[in-house]
């Protein structure tokens, strides 16, 4: 299962709440304000990076280009296209966007 | 391809504030007119749309709190609420407006997967 | 693979539907179907013809107009939420006794059950919204 996060960890629970609530083996992406989760030195790395253990994480890039930070993505987050996002979405018999 | 799919339908907004947890309802009891397999979970701020005693009179908007009461009418019988989510607002099952099924995130996690539509409010 | 996708954002606050269309249109161009566009809550804001953004701004109205001709996607704008906001189509004018219409081409009013049904029909729906 796909779980989709369009806010700052900083700012919502979204991620929070998936990474209690969702079973493992799923993939993350991260759209919008929730490209913030997958910057180097953020307050949430840790938090994320212990969940790469459970969960293939993903960012979209032209979010990232878009703030200004797709040059500090934290190590093992793969950056996707519009493209990349369809095959997630695709490769996934479900999704859900956490809103 | 079977007609009828498993439709949960997530719901994580508080009422009154926004718009989601009235929505949510109303695709819900056509998502069963549709003869669907529904289902409504509440997590997050999403179980204060449950708390009894809604009296929204002051605010001039209609309350919808008796529409949860009705679901079972239409064959919605599964609001599966979050216990830990409760639990962080001071919130039990009592307080709620109608019966609900309480589960523990991890539970909440599995029937997700089980679905084939979720929808989020 | 079929796909729907639901806006629940109207323009410009959100980034909900910029993303809905760029995705929308990475589906089409991956060679998939589009059963279905859904417009619901402020996202029936997408579909006022009306709409005039600065000219160094993208138009987000008629770019989906575009692509609804483009690629014959049917967009659906949820009637009450429609109705609540004042998007309005010449049935809903008659209706309703509006002396205007706003709705943009390449869209269509109509009701709740156009959502469940995309939800049927696609393989996939996908939400973008606050």
Redesign the interface.
């Known amino acids: 299962m796909l779980h989709i996060i369009n806010k700052s960890p900083l700012d919502r629970n979204s991620l929070d709440t998936v990474l209690t609530t969702a079973v493992g083996d799923g993939a993350i992406l991260l759209i919008e304000d929730g490209v913030y989760a997958a910057t180097k030195g953020n307050a949430y790395e840790p938090k994320l990076k212990a969940a790469m253990a459970k969960f293939k994480v993903y960012a979209l890039q032209a979010d990232l280009e878009a703030r200004g930070i797709a040059d500090r993505v934290t190590d093992g987050v793969t950056t996707v296209d519009y493209a990349g996002f369809v095959d997630l979405v695709a490769n996934n018999k479900t999704n859900q966007s956490w809103l | 391809m079977s007609?009828i799919?498993k439709?949960m339908f997530?719901n994580?907004?508080a009422p009154y504030g926004t718009?989601?947890a009235l929505?949510s309802l109303?695709?819900v009891l056509?998502?069963a007119?549709?003869d669907?397999n529904c289902s409504m979970a509440f997590?997050?701020d999403g179980v204060y749309q449950l708390k009894k005693g809604h009296q929204t009179k002051g605010i001039e908007v209609k309350g919808f709190e008796k529409t949860y009461g009705a679901l079972e009418d239409y064959d919605i019988e599964k609001l599966y609420v979050?216990q830990?989510s409760l639990a962080a607002r001071g919130l039990t099952a009592e307080d709620l407006c109608v019966p609900v099924e309480v589960v523990s995130?991890?539970e909440?996690?599995?029937l997700?997967?089980e679905?084939?539509?979720?929808?989020?409010? | 693979m079929k796909f729907s996708i639901v806006v629940n954002e109207g323009p410009y606050t959100h980034q909900a539907s910029d993303s809905a269309y760029h995705f929308t249109k990475a589906v089409l161009a991956k060679g998939h179907e589009v059963f279905r566009v859904f417009f619901y809550h402020d996202g029936v804001n997408n579909a006022t013809r009306l709409t005039t953004p600065p000219q160094d701004d993208r138009n987000i109205v008629s770019r989906w107009s575009k692509l609804a001709q483009g690629s014959e996607l049917d967009m659906v704008v949820c009637v009450a939420a429609a109705q609540r906001r004042g998007i309005v189509d010449e049935g809903e004018a008659k209706r309703n006794g509006k002396d205007a219409t706003n709705l943009a081409p390449g869209f269509r009013i109509s009701g709740l059950g156009q959502l469940i049904e995309a939800g049927i029909q696609a393989d996939r729906i996908v939400v973008f919204g606050d």
């Open positions: 007609d799919k439709f997530v994580r907004k718009i989601y929505e109303e695709v056509i998502a007119a549709f669907q997590l997050d979050d830990e995130r991890a909440l996690g599995k997700m997967e679905q084939d539509v979720l929808l989020s409010f």
